[in-house]
């Protein structure tokens, strides 16, 4: 059984202009994503900066999401690590204040080994019982989880349930769908493959997208998978320019510029990240027009 299907945010951590959390904020937007039909919370990933916050500030802005969520859609928590031991500890925090899944980014830097993977993932799979989604992002980590390595463990960890997939090879996501025979629930980590990762038995997304569209994105995964696949298509189509915009910078950059001109005061990236330079602001702006979410 899927921890979801359809859209889950991987949603944006609001911050105040002295750099603190935003929980009012993110209060706002976890409100607005369950009224948009959202299907899950992906909490402290990528785009909700997880890089530069520290190790209560993580573990806050969970047990905050988890408490504002109360049991309407599943939370799911970033809590992987280029160190397994503290993946192992905020895994069982994670678990401890009640999240319905983890998020487990390959090991950064490091550049384990596929044997080094199985081990890695396997060791904080092995520590928690709540379901655990690997997230395969090699342009990010320098480390790309190889189809055969995934099907081991989807295969042989039990709760290791699932993938986000963002090499953005489809080939290599076909033949992990071949090997996995169906012991593995494939997430699109890329926007613009929704559709054709879905075409290959994906169930669904890890969306920057919805942060700014959630219905869209929602809608889009529904339309396939309830199988109006034209209409899905069409959907993906659709969206390119925008979900191009928001990927025009490093993510999250752009997304954060995109829902700060929704209203939404969730504030700037935190350093390294800088705020999105006046070209791409004014490209983002136009698609975000052209896609009627401004």
């Known amino acids: 059984m899927a921890i979801f299907k359809g859209s889950g945010v991987a949603i944006v951590t609001p911050m105040k202009d002295n750099g603190d959390v935003n929980y009012e904020v993110l209060d706002e937007i976890l409100e607005v994503q369950i009224a948009g039909s959202t299907d899950a919370i ?37 809590t992987g690590s280029n160190d397994t031991a503290f993946g192992i500890e905020l895994s069982r925090e994670a678990e401890n204040v009640g999240v319905d899944g983890l998020l487990l ?29 690997m997230y395969n992002v090699p342009s990010r980590t320098g480390t790309n989880i190889q189809p055969e390595t ?49 075409s290959l038995g994906g169930v669904g997304v890890i969306s920057v997208l919805a942060n700014v569209a959630p219905k869209q994105t929602h809608d889009m995964v529904m339309k396939f998978l309830e199988g109006d696949t034209q209409e899905a298509c069409r959907m993906q189509l659709e969206a390119l320019p925008l979900i191009h915009a928001l990927f025009s910078e490093v993510n999250p950059i752009p997304v954060k510029a995109a829902m700060a001109m929704q ?7 935190r350093l390294p990240l800088t705020p999105i330079e006046p070209a791409h602001r004014e490209l983002l702006e136009k698609a975000m027009k052209d896609y009627g979410v401004l």
């Open 42 to 78: 992906i909490i402290c990933g990528t785009t909700g900066e997880s890089a530069t916050l520290n190790g209560e500030e993580h573990l806050e802005v969970i047990r905050h999401c988890v408490k504002t969520v109360n049991g309407r859609i599943p939370v799911i928590a970033g």
């Open 150 to 198: 995934a099907a081991w463990l989807g295969k042989n960890v039990e709760n290791i349930v699932g993938i986000k997939e963002a090499s953005g090879s489809i080939s290599q996501i076909a033949e992990l769908a071949h090997l996995a025979e169906g012991h593995l629930d494939i997430y699109s980590g890329n926007d613009d493959q929704i559709i054709p990762l879905c």
């Open 263 to 269: 209203g939404y005061r969730v504030g700037g990236p």
């Open 105 to 133: 980014v390959t090991p950064y830097y490091n550049k384990a080994t596929q044997g080094g993977l199985k081990a890695h993932f396997s060791a904080i799979a092995n520590a928690v019982h709540v379901p655990c989604i």
